[in-house]
């Protein structure tokens, strides 16, 4: 019993009971950001997988994977680097990029972590997975702030939908500190600002989004440390002019990473740098070989209907470019073979064939897989005819680890490769 819940949040959860609408508080007034607090609490050395791995394998068809994946539901978990946190490792319930959503993914046990990098007015690194996303992924439009935003909130009206754009850029560090991070999602016909935070998919929560904290860079190299894992940042692609007020070139931009880590003393070999560029991959190689070694080029050329040809002959120009590690979606490393099974793509045996490690993106964020298959899912694509169930998820996985060799895949929830990898033994 919560004796001390106040009459105020009953109210909210009857209202939001009573409506079937989303649990967001409806007040700008009730989003209390949390100051942040570096991390004092021990370190997470178990991992807690919880009841969603289970659900998966007994969704799966008889056979040995099944059994064999059965066999493990009872082992005590340790976190694995072939677990990454994508986005925190937890957005499949928990606000992106918030440090509740890398606690959550560290809790499940993933051994690297992801901040995506976009930066603000005063040139402070943030995690945000885009330079301008902050109308979708906090609650600015129903701020102060909101006025500062590149494209204002506009409600929808006519049958215009309701727009508004709001960028890191637009606002200082401490502005960005004084926001709640929340699902991402916004309400195409709100007439209000608040009305415009609503829009998670039915399959996600707004249970955990009740003023998710938002991160700095060195904030997220603090906490990550604190338990001891590996870090991934991904240098996102700026929206606006660069050199950025006047000269905030991109090379800085993509130097101030490395140097947040180097200040905050992490070793090279703990840091996984992406990026979509190949300049900035290139630039890292070049002018700081120690967090170039490992950097990863992110790779969606052939996302484009017709040019995955042309991306399966570019791996090895990125090879005689000193690429060590690429990571395209996962729709590029598979394919169905004739009886429905998944199997190596050749953009995956092209890869292997050249040396390249490869890492992957992103497994459960695409919600019950049966509609997204249906849906034409873009991490499903090259497989929807064979996908029909949750449980080919564990299919999937385990082809992207035994037939591609992958050494890596970011989810959403982190617990469900956590499984598959302490099953295995992939550390
Ligand atoms: C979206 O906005 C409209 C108009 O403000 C509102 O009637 C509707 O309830 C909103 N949808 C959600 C899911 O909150
Ligand atoms: C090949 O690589 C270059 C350099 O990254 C890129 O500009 C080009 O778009 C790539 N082409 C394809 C088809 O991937
Ligand atoms: C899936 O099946 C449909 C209908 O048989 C076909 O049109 C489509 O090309 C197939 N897709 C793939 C990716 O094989």
Not at 25 to 46: I, L, M, V
Not at 219 to 231: C, G, I, K, N, T
Not at 269 to 291: E, I, K
Request: glycine share 8%; proline share 6%.
């Amino acid at each position: 019993m919560h004796l001390e819940t106040s009459s105020i949040a009953a109210a909210i959860f009857i209202a939001s009971e009573v409506s079937g609408v989303s649990a967001l508080p409806k007040a700008p007034e009730w989003w209390k950001p949390r100051s942040w607090k570096p991390p004092t609490q021990h370190r997470f050395q178990n991992a807690e997988l919880g009841p969603r791995p289970q659900y998966l394998i007994a969704d799966m068809d008889e056979g040995w994977l099944k059994d064999r994946l059965s066999l493990c539901s009872d082992v005590v978990a340790r976190p694995s680097k072939f677990s990454i946190g994508h986005r925190g490792g937890a957005c499949l319930q928990f606000p992106e990029e918030t440090r509740e959503s890398i606690e959550a993914g560290t809790r499940m046990g993933a051994g690297i972590l992801e901040c995506d990098v976009a930066f603000t007015k005063d040139r402070e690194l943030v995690c945000r997975h885009d330079q301008c996303d902050l109308h979708t992924t906090t609650n600015i439009v129903a701020t102060e702030l909101g006025s500062k935003c590149t494209v204002p909130f506009t409600p929808a009206k006519d049958g215009a939908p309701a727009t508004a754009t709001c960028c890191t850029s637009d606002i200082t560090l401490a502005e960005f500190k004084s926001l709640c991070g929340k699902m991402d999602g916004f309400n195409v016909s709100a007439s209000t600002p608040e009305d415009f935070l609503r829009g998670t998919p039915s399959w996600r929560t707004d249970l955990y989004a009740t003023c998710g904290t938002v991160l700095s860079h060195k904030e997220f190299l603090q906490l990550v440390d604190s338990h001891d894992r590996d870090f991934t940042t991904e240098l996102k692609a700026p929206r606006v002019p660069m050199p950025f007020n006047g000269d905030y070139t991109q090379e800085k931009y993509a130097q101030q990473v490395v140097e947040e880590y180097r200040a905050a003393g992490i070793d090279p070999s703990r840091v996984w740098l992406q990026s979509f560029s190949f300049a900035d991959v290139a630039y890292w190689l070049r002018a700081d070989p120690a967090f170039g070694r490992q950097a990863v080029l992110l790779d969606q050329n052939g996302d484009l209907s017709g040019a995955f040809p042309a991306a399966v002959a570019n791996l090895s120009f990125y090879k005689d470019a000193g690429v060590q590690v690429v990571a395209p979606p996962l729709s590029f490393l598979v394919a169905l073979g004739e009886d429905g099974e998944y199997v190596p793509s050749t953009y995956a045996t092209t890869a292997r064939k050249l040396g390249l490690k490869i890492l992957t993106w992103s497994l459960e964020r695409s919600g019950p897989l049966a509609q997204a298959a249906a849906n034409g899912d873009m991490y499903y694509s090259t497989i929807a005819n064979g996908t029909h169930k949750d449980g080919d998820m564990y299919r999937l996985v385990d082809v992207l680890a035994q037939q591609v060799g992958v050494q890596g895949i970011f989810s959403d929830w982190s617990a469900t490769v956590t499984y598959y990898a302490n099953c295995f033994g992939l550390f």
